[in-house]
């Protein structure tokens, strides 16, 4: 597939984009920068300790025990494209909506649209998710001991673990950029 059909079929950002995430302080970060970040999670020695590590590592394990099958490398879901910016695989993207039986929500919404995919909803609520969450995902499994051995995120179907982890990782992002 050559590279102007993957990226129209990709989801790709710019330094250009950002999010301000939510704390008393104002941070940014770039996607690029948060990319960036969790590539570097194959090599880094020293990572940033959860404060509950000890719940991180148990949801792990219950996600080691439920399947191994459905799993996936950085480099499958992070391509480099020519111009040094990283590439989100989309079927991979598809793979986490179908095995979590979640929507992908692959533009941000304006306004005021639904309260359903709120933060002030209970996880069990929720019927779809963002890209923010599933590298929040990643970034929390990347921290875990099961991916210091095997360098494998897996995907699961229960998804009270995932935004269970996606809520650590969103943590750890947080005290990155502070």
């Given at each position: 597939m050559n590279e102007k059909r993957f990226l129209k079929h990709s989801f790709s950002f710019t330094e250009k984009i950002s999010f301000n995430f939510i704390s008393l302080k104002v941070f940014k970060m770039t996607i690029q920068e948060y990319l960036d970040k969790i590539e570097v999670l194959q090599n880094e020695k020293n990572k940033i300790v959860y404060s509950d590590n000890a719940d991180l590592e148990?949801?792990?394990q219950k996600i080691k025990?439920?399947?191994t099958e459905l799993s996936f490398t950085l480099t499958e879901i992070f391509q480099k494209s020519n111009s040094k910016m990283t590439i989100i695989n989309k079927d991979v993207l598809k793979r986490f909506s179908n095995h979590l039986g979640l929507?992908?929500?692959?533009?941000?919404e304006s306004g005021n649209v639904c309260f359903a995919n709120s933060d002030e909803v209970r996880s069990e609520y929720k019927q779809s998710f963002k890209l923010i969450d599933v590298?929040?995902?990643?970034?929390?499994?990347?921290?875990?001991?099961a991916f210091e051995e095997s360098q494998k995120i897996i995907i699961i179907s229960e998804t009270d673990l995932f935004w269970k982890l996606a809520?650590?990782?969103s943590s750890l992002r947080e005290r990155t950029i502070r």
């Open positions: 148990l949801y792990i025990n439920e399947t929507f992908f929500l692959d533009e941000q590298l929040d995902y990643i970034y929390a499994f990347g921290h875990s001991t809520k650590i990782g």
